[in-house]
């Protein structure tokens, strides 16, 4: 339970909001946003942040300087939310079907810049052809397979050449490769990851090699993931990074080393609803709809409550969800003091993933522990 | 994909509507209540439908007969919806905390009948609190636990007895006893099943027994989860059932063999969006925020895909979920026909669980193939 002690005031406010909710630390946000800044500053790379962690126009202000940024989103509604907020410059980063090329067309008849993704010919001549019928261009992106984790062709592969060509010759228009490092969030050491990362850098430079070596250029080259991002050393060649779980961090981040746990900017508040000292549980009033069901790295924990002094060993574990009812142990090896958890008493869960935990609430409740004030900012959902 | 050749019109709205969405088969749900109702009325004991499942007030004429009928809840912004649509007779189903007893209260000044749910003396003691400062009654269930799944006390504690003399004392009102057969879920044979509930239900009435013993009587003793209501063969002693999944049903009650994979209603619609041949992968813009990362009891999959002829030997499976995508694999020992899923074409995921796939969605779309019609039922959400 966080004491909000500077600010008597937004302690009263803190206890009024009915449990469970989405408490989010606005100043941790700032932060991490402050530091990936700082990281992509030194690498001299642009940020694309992804919109589909926080995923809220209330955040905008902090995630990009300027409407004119460029953003990452994973579904049309996020664009269409963000056109209407002004953005101009937004990747959709989810293969392209053709069903949703013309709410695509309305967005760039409203100004926007929005670039599409795709891997297969299927898709280059069904978005060549909408083109051609529709007398619009269609921007597109060739996704590249850089860790056999999800879709993408390989950079090394003739398919990238004849999709890039086809593209070229159609009136969908190619403005270059994407990856991202699926892989990069399995890793189990620092090693693994920089390799994760170098290869993600490595072969986005194959791809833009080879087109370039038939004629073909690149204007984008963009990569990422919220671990490699942290994790790039050198980004020659690249265009612009990817990243979105940096701005909340979770238990997975964490466990990667790419962040602290202090580093968390979200938790779920909940309440203690019950005891059970004979088999060491404590109940709560979060269950899946609150947390989500993401395991994260752990097949055993829906998420972790930190103990006051914020130390690992001595959290509790939230072992098993049912809909609204989640159930806390101590970590293996410790006992529960159950009188630090009285029956009405609420603890901060920290999620395994923030995006999946974020999911599934509406809004979060934002703390600014420093200026002592609170806001809701609304979530965008659906597609 | 579904065809709806008897109504060419509906196809037509079918094919508009942008994927990823949550369908429901208007037909199989009415049947699935049908079938329900006609189950209760052979045992000759009233049904309180969970409101969780299904968790839409365009649902509820449906769901009940009249607003007068029992319903169950899992939130307070369900009752408080429940109670603006007028329905008068709420059980909340989830152990209250003491934040939460001023909504309660407010609910019963609208007039309608709440009953809460607790198993601890501390639970008692501020509910009776409570209602002594307020000057108002607040009707309380004790939560049996007969399996060890969840929360609840022993039928034959003294902590029993204890809790509802207390409450019989201050102004707490003991209204009776409340069991979930949690471990339904996990039953591998007809038999485990059918030993569950015939377990809730002896539980049950040992409790009552016990209390009338000291002369407390209970009006309300209240048990179920979908798969025990499919499964009770005498309810001598219980005045009312829950179920909530039954409306819809899933891959987990088809294993349980509460129901067959025709019966289930909902299903998630998704576009093809690539291949990987090599791989023996279809990728589909449903990921985990249109499936949920429901597992289910198939640690392997989220969700499965029915091939035309409808046989389970020639399913695909959800393999992996990102965010927006989901990859599908050919059940074990088969090979994917890629002509029958062209890049384009759309598939119906069926769910692992009712509820937390529909809880990935605002609203479903309702196709009624009988009547040509389609309409969409809002969910509630939040807490």
Same mark, same amino acid.
């Given at each position: %339970?966080?004491?909000?002690?500077?600010?008597?005031? $937004?302690?009263?406010?803190?206890?009024?909001?009915?449990?469970?909710?989405?408490?989010?630390? *606005?100043?941790?946000?700032?932060?991490?946003?402050?530091?990936?800044?700082?990281? %992509?500053?030194?690498?001299? =790379?642009?940020?694309?942040?992804? !919109?589909?962690?926080?995923?809220?126009?209330?955040?905008?202000?902090?995630?990009?300087?300027?409407? @004119?940024?460029?953003?990452?989103?994973?579904?049309?509604?996020?664009?269409?939310?963000?056109?209407?907020?002004?953005?101009?410059?937004?990747?959709? &980063?989810?293969?392209?079907?053709?069903?949703?090329?013309?709410? /695509?067309?309305?967005?760039?008849?409203? #100004?926007?810049?929005?670039?599409? $993704?795709?891997?297969?010919?299927?898709?280059?001549? !069904?978005?060549?052809?909408?083109?051609?019928?529709?007398?619009?261009?269609?921007?597109?992106?060739?996704?590249?397979?850089?860790?056999?984790?999800?879709? #993408?062709?390989? &950079?090394?592969?003739?398919?990238?050449?004849?999709?890039?060509?086809?593209?070229?010759?159609?009136?969908?228009?190619?403005?270059?490769? %994407?990856?991202?490092?699926?892989?990069?969030?399995?890793?189990?050491?620092?090693?693994? $990851?920089?390799?994760?990362?170098?290869?993600?850098?490595?072969?986005?430079?194959?791809?833009?090699?080879?087109?370039?070596?038939?004629?073909?250029?690149? @204007?984008?080259?963009?990569? #990422?993931? =919220?671990?490699?991002?942290?994790?790039? =050393?050198?980004?020659?060649?690249?265009?612009?990074?990817?990243?979105?779980?940096?701005?909340?961090?979770?238990?997975?981040?964490?466990? $990667?080393?790419?962040?602290?746990?202090?580093?968390?900017?979200?938790?779920?508040?909940?309440? /203690?609803?019950?005891?059970? *000292?004979?088999?060491?549980?404590?109940?709560?009033?979060?269950? +899946?709809?609150?947390?989500?069901?993401? *395991?994260?790295?752990? @097949?055993?924990?829906?998420?972790?409550?930190?103990?006051?002094?914020?130390?690992?060993?001595?959290?509790?574990?939230?072992?098993? /969800?049912?809909?609204?009812?989640?159930?806390?142990?101590?970590?293996?090896?410790?006992?529960?003091?159950?009188?630090?958890?009285?029956? #009405?008493?609420?603890?901060?869960?920290?999620?395994?993933?923030?995006?999946?935990?974020?999911?599934?609430?509406?809004?979060?409740?934002?703390?600014?522990?420093?200026?002592?004030?609170?806001?809701? +900012?609304?979530?965008?959902?659906? +597609?």
């Amino acid at each position: %339970m966080i004491k909000h002690t500077e600010h008597p005031d $937004l302690e009263k406010k803190y206890n009024a909001i009915g449990t469970p909710f989405l408490y989010l630390d *606005k100043q941790k946000f700032l932060s991490n946003l402050a530091q990936m800044r700082s990281h %992509m500053s030194k690498l001299g =790379t642009p940020l694309r942040p992804h !919109f589909k962690t926080v995923k809220s126009l209330d955040a905008l202000p902090y995630l990009i300087d300027s409407i @004119e940024d460029p953003i990452t989103v994973s579904t049309l509604e996020e664009a269409e939310q963000l056109a209407s907020y002004g953005c101009k410059d937004i990747l959709y &980063a989810v293969g392209i079907s053709k069903e949703k090329l013309l709410r /695509v067309e309305l967005l760039l008849k409203r #100004g926007m810049s929005i670039v599409v $993704l795709l891997d297969s010919m299927e898709q280059v001549d !069904f978005v060549n052809a909408y083109c051609q019928e529709r007398g619009c261009v269609i921007s597109c992106l060739i996704e590249i397979d850089c860790d056999g984790h999800r879709g #993408g062709v390989s &950079a090394d592969s003739e398919a990238l050449i004849a999709m890039a060509k086809s593209l070229g010759k159609g009136l969908g228009n190619f403005k270059g490769v %994407m990856l991202h490092a699926g892989e990069s969030y399995h890793c189990k050491s620092r090693e693994a $990851l920089n390799q994760s990362a170098s290869n993600e850098v490595a072969t986005a430079q194959l791809a833009a090699k080879r087109l370039e070596s038939v004629g073909i250029y690149c @204007e984008i080259v963009s990569v #990422g993931s =919220t671990p490699t991002a942290c994790s790039y =050393t050198n980004t020659s060649g690249i265009t612009e990074v990817r990243a979105g779980v940096y701005s909340l961090f979770d238990l997975v981040m964490h466990r $990667l080393g790419v962040c602290t746990l202090n580093d968390i900017a979200i938790s779920v508040v909940s309440s /203690v609803i019950g005891h059970n *000292k004979s088999r060491g549980q404590i109940f709560v009033d979060a269950g +899946w709809m609150a947390l989500s069901l993401d *395991k994260g790295h752990d @097949e055993q924990c829906y998420g972790v409550v930190l103990q006051p002094n914020g130390q690992e060993s001595q959290i509790l574990k939230v072992v098993q /969800v049912n809909q609204e009812h989640g159930i806390l142990e101590a970590a293996s090896g410790s006992e529960i003091d159950f009188e630090c958890f009285p029956i #009405g008493s609420r603890v901060h869960i920290v999620p395994n993933h923030a995006c999946s935990t974020s999911a599934m609430h509406s809004k979060y409740y934002v703390f600014d522990l420093v200026e002592g004030q609170i806001e809701q +900012w609304q979530r965008v959902s659906g +597609w």
